[in-house]
């Protein structure tokens, strides 16, 4: 009986995740129109419902009942897997993400994340990086010199920045001494103990390398819609163009929870449940993906790999070596 309650926790907690990013994801493509129009003077979506709150929904419609296009040299098995491939890592980050204090249920403590790994950080470094997989795949199976070019752009890209973006996170684990988001959480229980502030470099290259990980301008060189029209996912249309720009926003939201978990302690916070205060710090760092995609323009594809290796990867190199040599002096 206890297993069978055990695993309908598991079963409730998959699902409200899931349907909770799903719905994240929605209403983080009515956000970055919203506040890109004001960045840019103008009032964004606002006829579908009040403030343009059900615009979400109305594209979401559309794309449904889109014909979908299959180009006739395309690979039709391959184009359909590349995106599910490109979609669900973004979703699977979230299964170790930790979402609040435990709660007492039944007289058991249930902790209100899908799974407490105790390798947390590892299981995300493996998942995040499985997502250029897809995008390679759909580049190579759309037929078009533009979706190939866009998928080998990817993969370039995912290989130079995949890893700055490792040692990044090498100084946090260092000083936290563990690899659980969970104790990493509990370590950082006041804002003085975060750990963006014991280590700013590690932050400002975890956060480079994840604008550029996400494929998000100004390292958007993969989509380049004034050299490749829309890159990897050119040939794509309908329901599998949607699940594309889901797995995008996913991989946004995830990077956004873990740069909170991480960083800027979690779920940690005065007077809201904890689960708000995730909630909210997700919201602010991805205002900061909109704001730098809005100000940036986007560069050149020399100036991309010598960010990623001349300048990215001997800094997160260095700041492991620093961070090492005060936690050993101190």
């Known amino acids: 009986m206890a297993d069978l309650t055990y695993i309908i926790l598991i079963i ?14 929605a209403y983080a493509t009515w956000l970055e129109r919203k506040l890109l129009g004001h960045l840019q ?31 006739t040299q395309a690979e039709k098995v391959f184009l359909t897997v590349a995106p599910m491939i490109a979609f669900i890592p973004g979703f699977l980050t979230f299964a170790v993400i930790p979402i609040g204090h435990p709660i ?14 105790n390798i947390g950080i590892l299981f ?27 998928g080998v ?36 229980s006041t804002i003085l ?13 975890y956060w480079i390398c994840a604008v550029a990980e996400t494929n998000r301008a100004p390292f958007d060189l993969p989509e380049a819609e004034s050299e490749l029209v829309a890159g990897y996912h050119t040939e794509y249309s309908s329901l599998r163009f949607s699940m594309f720009m889901i797995g995008e926003y996913a991989n946004m939201l995830s990077v956004s929870a873990v740069a909170a978990t991480v960083f800027c302690g979690g779920w940690n916070g005065p007077f809201w449940p904890g689960p708000l205060w995730l909630i909210a710090k997700v919201i602010v760092f ?17 100036q991309l790999m010598d960010l990623g290796w001349k300048v990215l990867f001997p800094l997160a190199l260095a700041n ?11």
């Not at 990044?168 to 950082?188: K, R």
């Open 12 to 25: 409730l907690k998959v699902i409200v995740v899931f349907l909770a990013v799903l719905t994240g994801c």
């Open 41 to 71: 003077n103008r009032m964004g979506p606002t006829y579908v419902g009040p403030f343009g709150l059900f615009q979400p929904i109305a594209d979401g419609i559309k794309l449904i009942f889109k014909e979908d296009v299959v180009p």
């Open 104 to 117: 007492n249920l039944f007289g058991h403590e249930i902790p209100l994340t899908v799974s407490d790994l």
């Open 124 to 150: 995300i470094l493996a998942t995040t990086s499985l997502g250029v997989y897809g995008v390679a795949l759909a580049g190579w199976s759309s037929g078009s010199k533009y979706s190939l070019l866009g």
């Open 153 to 188: 752009r990817s993969s370039a890209q995912m290989i130079s920045y995949e890893v700055a973006y490792g040692l990044s996170l090498v100084p946090i684990l260092m000083i936290a001494g563990t690899l659980s988001l969970n104790e990493m959480v509990a370590q950082q």
């Open 193 to 205: 103990h975060w750990f963006v502030f014991r280590n700013p470099v590690a932050f400002v290259i």
């Open 286 to 302: 991805m205002m900061i993906y909109i704001w730098i995609r809005a100000t940036f323009p986007r560069l050149r594809y020399d």
């Open 320 to 330: 492991v070596i620093v961070t090492g040599i005060i936690l050993y002096l101190v």
